[in-house]
Every structure is written in structure tokens, then in C-alpha cells.
């Protein structure tokens, strides 16, 4: 029913910096947090970062300090902006909506590649 829209990924030199976007499709209440995954090639989807309803974040021990989680109340978008980046930071990014009711949405994806 609620869609989340994904977009700021591409390529980018090491040592560069991205900021990726997720958009919920409509206005939504409820939200407890929102996070962010992130699964490389042959790899198992990893947790990166999150915020929560006060307004909290928790990051990854491989991203902390490069990495920074925000949020949009009004327009229920979520970001990640991403410093420092490093080639093994390559991979698909993934957002996800906590719901009240335990209910999650995920994002279909936006593709990160650090690459020289």
C-alpha cells in the first residue's frame, strides 16, 4: 500500500561523498524509525544505520563517523549521507519504514559503486 522511493545512488570516487533519499509515496503516520541496509555481491544483507522516533541514531561500527542518518518528518523521508566512501562501501542501499503495528516497508534499492 505505502511505497518507498529510493534515489542518490551512483558512481563515485573513493574517498567521495553521496547523499541517498527515501521518500514514502504518500503521507503516512506512525512511523517509529527509519533505517538502512545495505547488501553487497555475494554478500548478506547488512544493517547500516538507524533513527528513531525521539530522534536517536545508531550506526554500524563500519560506518560510524563517515556516515550520518536524517530525517524529514513532514514529508516522511529519510537520508544517508555517506562521506568518506570506500570501495567495500559498494553495494545496494536499502531503506525501511518501522510502522506502528509492526509493520516494516522497504525500499526497492539504489545502487552505490566507489570505484577509482
Known amino acids: 500500500q505505502v511505497q518507498l522511493v529510493e534515489s542518490g545512488g551512483g558512481l563515485v570516487q573513493p574517498g567521495g561523498s553521496l547523499r541517498l533519499s527515501c521518500a514514502a509515496s504518500r503521507s503516512i503516520a506512525g512511523i517509529n524509525a527509519m533505517g538502512w541496509y545495505r547488501q553487497a555481491p555475494g554478500k548478506q544483507r547488512e544493517w547500516v544505520a538507524s533513527i528513531l522516533k525521539p530522534g536517536s541514531t545508531i550506526y554500524a561500527d563500519s560506518v560510524k563517523g563517515r556516515f550520518t542518518i536524517s530525517r524529514e518528518n513532514v514529508q516522511n523521508t529519510v537520508y544517508l549521507k555517506m562521506n568518506s566512501l570506500k570501495p567495500e562501501d559498494t553495494a545496494g542501499y536499502y531503506c525501511?519504514?518501522?510502522?506502528?503495528?509492526?509493520?516494516?516497508?522497504w525500499g526497492q534499492g539504489t545502487l552505490v559503486t566507489v570505484s577509482s
Open positions: 525501511k519504514f518501522s510502522l506502528l503495528g509492526n509493520f516494516e516497508v
